[in-house]
């Protein structure tokens, strides 16, 4: 039986294309999902992989949800933080209850997702913790005051992570993706796509999920043991740190 990987929001979008990665690559894989049953039963039925709900924003539903993924699947060692929302609205329009829903799910997500497992990873001296984090983290975007708040802090605990990880075979490592082509990005107007967001990418396109899956598939490989508290720019080109 190989490693067990949790990914959180793992049954649709960049979520689902990782989860379905890792399970090529021999992985037991566990997906998180938040709300929408249907999907994640579709998903099961068309994968083979388990499907757990709960609210990643919440800590005593993820360490219960963990809990019972370790009962049923093993010691997690593999943790994807992907699960993310956005709230979009001009910083001056905002509301507060547009700020904490992103600021739970982005960021308070990322610790109550890895810090129930960061014991028994610091005591089996292996652990990978991998967040997927945001171009939009990285260079900020009108209209996402809360999203690219989130997704800097993402990536302050990775290279926080990886300092405190090292020493007990952890590794701690973000990804930022660029637009990538999933449903919620191929819902926009093709117009809006071929005229205002891919003349920004030099690559010429969007990405696809399965790209940033690839990434992921690296990370969690033995072969990245020495790459830690790192961030890689997936984006076409389109912005460079």
Request: glycine share 12%.
């Amino acid at each position: 039986m190989g490693r067990v990987a949790l990914v959180t929001g793992g049954s649709r979008g960049i979520g689902e294309a990782i989860s379905k990665a890792l399970k090529a690559d021999g992985y037991e894989v566990a997906a998180t999902y938040a709300g929408n049953d249907e999907a994640a039963a579709k998903f099961t039925d068309e994968t083979g992989i388990k499907t757990y709900k709960w609210n990643v924003g919440d800590y005593q539903s993820s360490a219960d949800g963990i809990a019972k993924v370790e009962a049923d699947l093993g010691p997690i060692e593999v943790v994807v933080a992907n699960a993310g929302i956005t709230r979009d609205a001009m910083f001056h329009r905002m509301t507060p209850e547009q700020w904490n829903e992103v600021i739970a799910t982005n960021l308070t997500g990322v610790f109550n997702t890895v810090h129930p497992v960061w014991p028994g990873m610091r005591e089996r001296k292996f652990g990978r913790v991998i967040v997927i984090s945001s171009i939009n983290g990285q260079k900020g975007q009108a209209g996402q005051v809360n999203y690219a708040a989130t997704k800097a802090g993402d990536l302050g605990i990775v290279k926080s992570l990886a300092q405190e990880g090292a020493r007990a075979g952890i590794t701690a490592n973000a990804i930022c993706p660029g637009y990538i082509g999933t449903e919620m990005v191929r819902a926009i107007p093709e117009d809006v796509l071929n005229s205002k967001i891919i003349p920004q990418i030099p690559a010429g396109r969007l990405g696809e999920p399965e790209e940033i899956a690839r990434c992921v598939c690296f990370l969690a490989s033995d072969d990245s043991g020495f790459i830690n508290g790192s961030t890689i720019s997936a984006n076409g080109a389109q912005f460079f740190v």
